[in-house]
């Protein structure tokens, strides 16, 4: 069996007819490994999951100019407007996150990420320039009313993307849709960066996946067995002047991460796991360990490089039997 | 004022141009940036509440019925599907969206059960939206019914029947009539008369390869269920559109929608067809060819235009879109929002909006730039875009918003898509089958339209 390659992870072998598809939405290739001997039935499958994705994105993508998003992006203070169930369901989802991670995963982040894309990610030396951007930014300017299944907004400006939960969200609502098709097993992923294992192929734990190594795509970090479970990975560094910078914002401190290379978070969801991955690239090991106790279902572990240009790798979070980071 | 003659009268030039990219050989060009941001919806006055029953629940009814959750004052109360997965999947997405739905396998039942609906909305295979309509109508209550109208000239004729005899409304969704970038495109080429004088089309809808679908183990109908409602088995209950009992083909499921839309902008019904088409492709029981090419001919008030239609199952590229072309200009068009452009001939005289639009630029409409006398390469010219009010919403709530509309306020309100103007389109589309049987041109007599 040809071991299949993405970018988080490698998919270790499997001895077993595997029915592979593919899909494009959300600016990503979103793929179904499915363990079963049908093909017909498999590519049927995997059609009605990839339908719901495509239903998905119509309304979660802020690039659509008719989804529920740039709805709510078009809203002023005082106007409301109706949004489909499963963009409510996201969004409620997005809310708990943010707060479970201190604020650390916030989907609102957008005008302040839009001004370090612009200033080449150089914090300014001036904070009061931050100030008014950081005005607009927070989950709590969104007002959620989940039994009109509507949305207002407490300040003009407000931009919600979900780039940084949609796709494993989707992945929660294709498996949905997989489970009642009783596959053996499968294998999907989003992104390139969310990875959901339904169930386990025969005389295995759970499927094995391959971490790659932040800095070199051809070295590996260990693997992860998991079962039912869902793997995201986070970090997309950017060299600034000699000094490593992330793509990602402390929406608390308004400034890049600096030192954390990636991230990678376990959840029974995806669109925990892929929201999650995101925060443990801003979180500080203390605090990812204190949400990993508090939430035992949920493990992670960060790649940082310390001032001395060492390495650090830390694991954090209950070890699951079988699911241990074999580093 | 009524919701959707507010909307209508909104549709200047100023939102076609926020609708469209406009290109021009080195006369103006309009770039887009970020349109979403322009306009602030206005709030909306909470409308009268409604009560939906939602027949078929397949992928086209899942559409509508998502659309509908995002309409203030609709409250869906029923649905029905005779595939059980497809019922409870509809009561489960209606409990999240906080509406108790009953739910239904048989729609004679829910007719019978549900007091004071106001509408239902059928999505079914084509050969059962007559008796559905039929007997929802003479149950009193409005419909929205799928397109095509039926897979049979009969069955269309008995669905107008049947909303004369009971007077209520009958909307069919060919949902471009209500899309305020088709409205628009109507009045430019038609009122405004910009493209000079269309003398052809050229419209497709490429889809890549749709599979002879299957269904999870377990799940089946029961058989003597399938065959009360009139299907032979599992799997052509899944393969419908395939089957000749059921459905009309991609002519009908596609092609449809635009073949509409030629009549409607060119002022005419056809006068003949030719076409070619065959299952060329596909290994398996289907019936219907898996790619039409047609030729429509038609005599318009300005003279003859010839449209060509294809529509392909095998290949995606370039996906569905309707070009027409005049003797000034070309419009591209799209029910996709990302997709329109004109093109203007160099000798085509300045337009009256071109003035306006540069006018929109120094109006604080940030949205649109203007360049103005820039020769520029055709890659640039073809600019994609979309924004303005006609992309706030999904392509078939303008047209559930007029049926809903039309039911609050029939004096105001009047459908886009009446049966008579669904029969018209049924006719033109259903011929092709004729032409494909005999290899031959088969010409229209405009009898054949009246009904």
């Known amino acids: 069996m040809a071991i299949q390659k993405e970018r988080t992870v490698v998919i270790g072998d499997i001895d077993k007819p595997m029915v592979r598809a593919s899909h494009n939405a959300m600016a990503a290739l979103f793929e179904i490994y499915a363990l079963c001997d049908d093909a017909d039935y498999a590519n049927s499958a995997a059609r009605e999951a990839f339908e719901t994705l495509d239903r998905l994105e119509d309304d979660l993508s802020r690039f659509v100019p008719h989804s529920d998003v740039s709805r709510i992006n078009a809203l002023q203070p005082g106007q409301s407007v109706q949004i489909a169930p499963h963009t409510m369901e996201c969004l409620l989802l997005a809310q708990k996150l943010c707060k479970e991670s201190s604020g650390a995963f916030d989907p609102t982040i957008g005008p302040l990420f839009c001004y370090y894309k612009e200033r080449g990610w150089i914090i300014p030396q001036d904070e009061s320039e931050l100030k008014a951007l950081r005005e607009r930014v927070g989950m709590n300017l969104l007002s959620l009313r989940e039994q009109e299944h509507s949305v207002s907004v407490l300040r003009s400006g407000v931009m919600l993307d979900l780039g940084g939960i949609g796709k494993g969200f989707a992945l929660d609502n294709m498996i949905d849709e997989l489970r009642e098709w009783n596959l053996d097993a499968a294998l999907l992923h989003g992104g390139e960066s969310s990875v959901y294992a339904l169930g386990k192929p025969p005389g295995k734990d759970g499927w094995t996946l391959q971490i790659r190594h932040p800095e070199n795509q051809q070295k590996s970090m260990g693997t992860v067995t998991l079962c039912n479970r869902a793997l995201s990975g986070s970090g997309r560094m950017i060299v600034k002047s000699g000094q490593p910078v992330q793509h990602i914002i402390d929406p608390r401190s308004g400034h890049p991460v600096k030192g954390r290379l990636s991230s990678w978070a376990i959840a029974p969801t995806a669109g925990e796991s892929d929201a999650l991955s995101t925060a443990f690239l801003i979180m500080d090991k203390s605090e990812i360990s204190t949400l990993c106790k508090r939430r035992p279902e949920i493990s992670g572990m960060v790649v940082d490089r310390d001032s001395n240009d060492l390495m650090h790798i830390t694991p954090i979070g209950k070890i699951f039997e079988g699911e241990e980071w074999r580093i | ?451």
């Open chain 2, 1 to 451: 004022m009524e919701n959707m003659t507010r909307k209508k009268s909104n549709v200047s030039r100023r939102s076609f141009i926020q609708g469209l990219a406009v290109g021009g050989a080195g006369l103006a060009t309009v770039n887009l940036v970020g349109a979403q941001t322009l306009a602030a919806p206005t709030p909306e006055e909470k409308p009268a509440e409604l009560k939906i029953g939602m027949i078929g629940i397949g992928g086209q009814g899942r559409t509508l019925m998502m659309n509908c959750t995002k309409i203030p004052g609709i409250r869906i109360v029923a649905a029905c599907d005779l595939w059980p997965r497809k019922k409870d999947w509809a009561g489960k997405a209606l409990k999240k969206f906080k509406h108790n739905a009953n739910t239904y396998v048989d729609y004679r039942e829910l007719l019978e059960k549900e007091k004071g609906l106001d509408a239902v909305l059928i999505a079914t295979p084509d050969f059962l939206h007559e008796p559905m309509t039929t007997a929802a109508l003479e149950a009193g209550i409005h419909v929205y019914c799928e397109k095509e109208m039926s897979n049979t000239l009969e069955g269309c004729r008995k669905m107008v029947a049947s909303q004369r005899k009971t007077g209520k409304l009958l909307q069919i969704g060919h949902q471009r009539r209500s899309n305020p970038r088709y409205l628009l495109a109507d009045k430019i080429i038609n009122k405004d008369k910009y493209l000079g004088r269309v003398t052809h089309i050229n419209g497709q809808w490429n889809r890549c390869k749709p599979p002879f679908e299957t269904w999870p183990k377990g799940t089946e109908i029961d058989q003597k269920v399938l065959e009360e409602f009139g299907y032979v088995n599992m799997e052509q209950f899944r393969n419908w559109r395939w089957f000749r009992k059921y459905g009309g083909g991609l002519m009908a499921d596609l092609g449809s929608h635009q073949i509409d839309i030629f009549s409607w902008f060119l002022r005419a019904n056809p006068k003949s067809v030719i076409a070619s088409g065959g299952v060329d492709y596909y290994d398996d029981k289907r019936e219907f060819p898996d790619n039409v090419m047609s030729i429509y001919e038609y005599d318009t008030p300005q003279g003859v235009s010839r449209a060509f239609y294809q529509v392909l199952s095998t290949t995606s590229f370039d996906s569905y879109r309707e070009k027409f072309m005049g003797t000034n200009g070309t419009l591209i068009l799209s029910e996709d929002p990302k997709v329109g452009f004109m093109f203007k001939e160099p000798d085509a005289p300045r337009l009256a909006w071109e003035e306006e639009a540069e006018q929109v630029d120094t109006m604080g409409a940030k949205a649109i730039e203007l360049k103005i006398g820039q020769s520029r390469q055709s890659k640039d010219q073809k600019t994609e875009s979309m924004g303005g009010d006609a992309a706030k919403k999904k392509p078939h709530q303008w047209h559930l918003e007029n049926f809903f509309n039309a039911i609050r306020d029939p004096e105001k309100v009047k459908l886009t898509c009446p049966p008579e103007v669904a029969y018209e389109t049924a006719v033109s589309v259903l011929k092709v089958e004729k032409a494909l049987e005999t290899n031959s041109k088969v010409t229209f007599s405009p009898d054949e339209f009246k009904v």
